[in-house]
């Protein structure tokens, strides 16, 4: 009889840890600042490098990637380039339609399906295109609200590009971002927040928002990549500007944390690093 609980046991243990495994699920994200197509960018001119950085995106498949300064011309590109596997949700800043900058989601439409989308202006009056507080420009967060198509499991993935000007703008932007998450997460969910936040780790607004939430970094399983995020185009210098990041509740268990500094010919692909991590949903 012993023989038999203890098999018994054993079988059990097996089960639950099998159980346990298949409920854990590990969501790729990515943070891409792709810089703006700019004549003036010379030999960096997106023209030049857009086909490397859409088979950098293909090569590490993310689940989701938040870009910013997409412009129109951009969005359209990297659509075409990725075929069926990748949508979009966003609008451009200027109109809320398709003029301006994006701050666009691209999901990988063969494993998640979109419920819900939105996107809201850093200001005082986010439902409509404007200018917030002290900021030099119009600046917006798009979200989604996306589910898994094998096992239907929900989470929030909210993207944004906060003013390179402004102090009381990302002040008040962080702010926002947090209380707009609070709003519309009511079922708790999981979700994430990346983006170009044009501050360093020790600024006002980042501590604002790790009141709240946690920067992957600094719980990362495995950390690879430069300190930095944002390159300038200088291949030879070391990259140590770190503004771009990825952002979870700080219940959740980040795996991987990197910062990929992908080149071609000595130039990189953009003016910013993109941040990769590796999240586990249970």
Not at 105 to 117: S, V
Not at 209 to 238: C, M, R, S, W, Y
Request: proline residues 4%; glycine residues 6%; neutral net charge.
């Amino acid at each position: 009889m012993k023989t038999i609980n203890r098999c018994a046991l054993f079988a059990l243990i097996m089960a639950l840890t099998y159980y346990t495994g298949l409920q854990a699920q590990t969501v790729k994200v990515m943070s891409y600042n792709i810089r703006l197509d700019h004549a003036g960018d010379g030999d960096n001119r997106w023209d030049n490098r857009k086909e490397q950085l859409a088979g950098q995106v293909k090569f590490y498949e993310p689940d989701f990637m938040g870009v910013q300064e997409a412009l129109p011309n951009q969005m359209a590109y990297l659509s075409l380039q990725f075929n069926n596997q990748y949508d979009a949700i966003g609008v451009g800043r200027d109109d809320g339609a398709n003029k301006g900058e994006y701050s666009a989601i691209f999901y990988n439409t063969q494993k998640y399906k979109l419920l819900r989308q939105s996107t809201f202006w850093l200001s005082e009056t986010p439902d409509v295109p404007s200018t917030g507080w002290d900021a030099a420009l119009n600046r917006i967060c798009t979200y989604g609200l996306f589910q898994d198509k094998q096992n239907g499991k929900k989470i929030w993935v909210f993207n944004t590009h906060f003013d390179h000007v402004g102090e009381k703008a990302r002040a008040e932007s962080a702010k926002l971002i947090l209380q707009k998450i609070k709003e519309v997460n009511k079922d708790n969910l999981p979700y994430v927040l990346t983006g170009d936040f044009n501050l360093e780790p020790d600024s006002e607004p980042v501590t604002i928002i790790k009141q709240q939430l946690t920067d992957t970094k600094d719980v990362a399983d495995l950390i690879f990549g430069p300190e930095g995020t944002f390159n300038a185009f200088e291949f030879t210098k070391p990259v140590t500007r770190r503004i771009d990041y990825i952002f979870v509740p700080k219940s959740m268990k980040v795996k991987k944390y990197a910062v990929l500094s992908d080149s071609q010919n000595c130039r990189y692909l953009s003016d910013h690093l993109p941040v990769y991590a590796e999240l586990e949903l249970q």
